[in-house]
């Protein structure tokens, strides 16, 4: 028998009934999208319909076709500066740290098993349970002068006097992190089970050490979860405004937070849709070049 | 790449209470072929893992030609290992998943390429090298996670059934396949199956494997015409028993009278004892013949269920004692047989083998 023989005529196409959906599938499908349609596409064509309205006397909302909106966001450096770039600056280095932090953490609980493995994998979750209100009160305990954090680091005697944590940089980078550690943990873990244990084995069986399993087969095979981590992750905190808004400062404008001041303190519709607008259009180009990288360097091999 | 020598010392692993291998002991000689054959559970997999250091044994010593190998990790180890689902790496291609062993080996680029050509012609491979695992059918991925182990140039391979996700036609070309190499390159190899004709054809020796023990470790020959025991006997093929009283008649012959009193002259062996034994004879070993013929172990039967296998025939039949017999009958035979005949079968005098 060929060798070529073995894999030809394995792609059949599908028979007819499995090709086009029937009209059975059509009416199932058809309440969901109909949801779809009302309450997520609806809304977003309306703010993209409102980023082009003018505003009268500070913030009354005219119909209108204008780019004014866009205009004064766009040509104004303090914005490009202080809100765009900072928000990209933050958004990765926030995303770059969280998924360093959540890989060793990821490994370590998947490794675990029976009780242990569920106690473990509770702690890891909790932070997305308890709700972000709570915990931000956490953190304030901990972060503040008089704090946790402070009087530890006096006590060890790094510092002299409370360094200014929180109403600044370093608490907005630290509640990213910390709720966005379980996003990553949790497609990571479902990664590395589907780990065959005998890929490890295999390689061991080959020569390699502990840490060259872990370079040349785990890592790789846990990329598609890790892309996938980085991917909601960096969504999320590239468009923070809970956090900057809670624990920042007024250094810390992250775009997501200039949207919220202007919608919801300023009362000034239309500008805040066009920053909507360019939100998301930063954030899906950053994605879209991340996501061609990943492809073009590893993804393609696993076939994803 | 010569074969070293495999020796098992005692080797006991126990999950909890219960002993999954019990005080094994074994030496597989350079270039030998050896299976581990036995029922699901009785512990071949936990063998074969223990030599490839995957499992820890709880005792005994394991040697790999004239080095302790017990407790070294499995990448400080002299052997190959072919896993059942063949673990190959899915994100490395073919030529990536055979080269990565040699690679690591400290190979230079030009003997790291000519260790995946040799590998890959010795397998019918060559064309394939840039594919991925996942581009590949089931019988070209179990000859990929074949060519990957050879390519480490190891002395000792070991196979934990790998050619059981295969269909029946590819397997039984593969085996043959299989064995040629191992005798090509002379590479020691044990090889877990649980399927007897595997077994059979692949290996200088066969050990019949039973709740964490071998139950008898011989050439297929033996296993097969003269097993030692009834669980070695029944796991290689058909058979059929026979208790009863046992006389020497001289030198070369004793005289067998069933507790039905159904009568045998048969051969006689060395260190056969007189007195009460068993017997068993193989259902192909049996002939059938019209209802006319006599004779010395010939005896009358009737028919009661024929099962048609294509090669063979396989006839179930009771004797006028009430005794049931399981007959194959090659289709060579012209006789017809149905339901209900009224035959008689004969059993040379060779053909019944002492048991215990
Ligand atoms: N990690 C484990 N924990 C507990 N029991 C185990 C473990 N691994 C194997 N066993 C038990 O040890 C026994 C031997 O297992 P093993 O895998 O060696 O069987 P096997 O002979 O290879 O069977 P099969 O033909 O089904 O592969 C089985 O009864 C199994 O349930
Ligand atoms: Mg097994």
């Known amino acids: 028998m060929s060798v070529d023989s073995l894999i030809e005529g394995r792609q059949a196409s599908p028979p007819h009934h499995l090709r086009r959906p029937g009209l059975l599938v059509s009416l199932m499908v058809a309440p969901g999208v109909l949801v779809l349609v009302l309450f997520m596409i609806l809304p977003l064509l309306w703010v993209v319909r409102v980023s082009f309205y003018e505003t009268a006397q500070g913030t009354t909302m005219v119909p209108a076709w204008v780019l004014d909106q866009y205009v004064r966001f766009l040509a104004d450096i303090w914005y490009l500066r202080n809100v765009v770039w900072l928000s990209v600056f933050v958004s990765i280095v926030s995303t770059a740290i969280t998924v360093l932090l959540a890989y060793p953490i990821a490994m370590y609980v998947a490794r675990a098993t029976g009780l242990r493995r569920q106690i473990l994998q509770t702690l890891v979750l909790a932070p997305l349970l308890i709700g972000l209100v709570s915990l931000v009160f956490g953190w304030i305990v901990i972060l503040r002068g008089g704090g946790l954090f402070n009087s530890l680091i006096i006590w060890l005697g790094f510092v002299d006097a409370p360094i200014r944590l929180l109403y600044a940089m370093p608490a907005v980078y630290i509640l990213l992190i910390y709720v966005g550690i379980p996003y990553v943990v949790m497609t990571l873990l479902d990664n590395f089970e589907r780990i065959e244990p005998t890929l490890l084995e295999a390689a061991a069986n080959a020569g390699a050490g502990g840490w060259r399993i872990f370079a040349s087969i785990i890592l790789p095979l846990t990329l598609p979860g890790l892309n996938a981590g980085v991917l909601v992750l960096f969504a999320l905190n590239f468009s923070a405004f809970a956090i900057p808004l809670m624990v920042g400062s007024a250094n810390t404008n992250l775009i997501g937070l200039v949207v919220y001041k202007q919608a919801m303190q300023l009362g000034n519709l239309p500008f805040a849709a066009a920053i909507s607008v360019i939100m998301v259009a930063i954030s899906a180009a950053i994605l879209v070049i991340y996501s061609r990288l990943m492809q073009r360097f590893f993804l393609w091999r696993l076939g994803v | ?356």
């Open chain 2, 1 to 356: 790449m010569t074969g070293k020598k495999i020796s098992l010392n005692g080797i006991s692993k126990r999950y909890g209470d219960f002993v999954a291998v019990s005080d094994m002991s074994l030496t597989v000689e350079p270039g030998e072929f050896v299976s581990f054959l036995g029922p699901s559970g009785c512990g071949k997999t936990t063998t074969l893992r223990m030599i490839a250091g995957f499992i820890m044994p709880d005792s005994g010593a394991l040697k790999i030609g004239d080095v302790e190998v017990t407790y070294l990790p499995p990448n400080k180890r002299d052997l190959s290992f072919v896993f059942q689902n063949y673990a190959l790496w899915p994100h490395m291609t073919v030529a990536e998943n055979i080269g990565f062993g040699p690679k690591l080996a400290g190979l230079s680029r030009a003997d790291i390429d000519k260790r995946i050509r040799d590998a890959l012609s010795l397998t019918a491979l060559s064309g394939l090298e840039s594919r991925f695992p996942r581009q590949l059918s089931g019988g070209q991925q179990q000859r990929v996670a074949v060519a990957r182990a050879l390519a480490l140039g190891r002395s000792v391979l070991l196979m934990d059934e790998p050619l059981s996700n295969l269909d029946r036609k590819l397997r039984v070309d593969m085996r043959k396949e299989l064995k040629e190499l191992q005798r090509r390159l002379n590479i020691t190899t044990v090889y877990v199956t649980h399927d007897q004709e595997e077994a059979l054809s692949m290996s200088d020796r066969v050990a019949v494997m039973d709740r964490g023990r071998i139950a008898s470790l011989a050439v297929p020959e033996e296993i097969y015409r003269n097993p030692p025991n009834e669980f070695v006997a029944s796991f290689v093929g058909g058979v059929n028993y026979f208790n009863g009283t046992l006389r020497h008649v001289d030198s070369s012959r004793s005289f067998f009278i069933a507790d039905d009193g159904l009568e045998f002259h048969i051969t006689r062996r060395e260190n056969t004892p007189e007195g009460t034994v068993r017997l068993m004879t193989r259902p192909e070993w049996i002939v059938l013949r019209s209802g006319e013929d006599k004779g010395l172990n010939t005896h009358p039967v009737t028919v009661d269920f024929i099962e048609y296998l294509g090669a063979s025939r396989k006839v179930s039949a009771t004797t006028e004692t009430g005794r049931k017999l399981l007959i194959q009958v090659h289709d060579v035979d012209p006789m017809s047989i149905e339901v209900g005949d009224r035959l008689t079968f004969h059993i040379a005098a060779q053909n019944m083998m002492l048991i215990k």
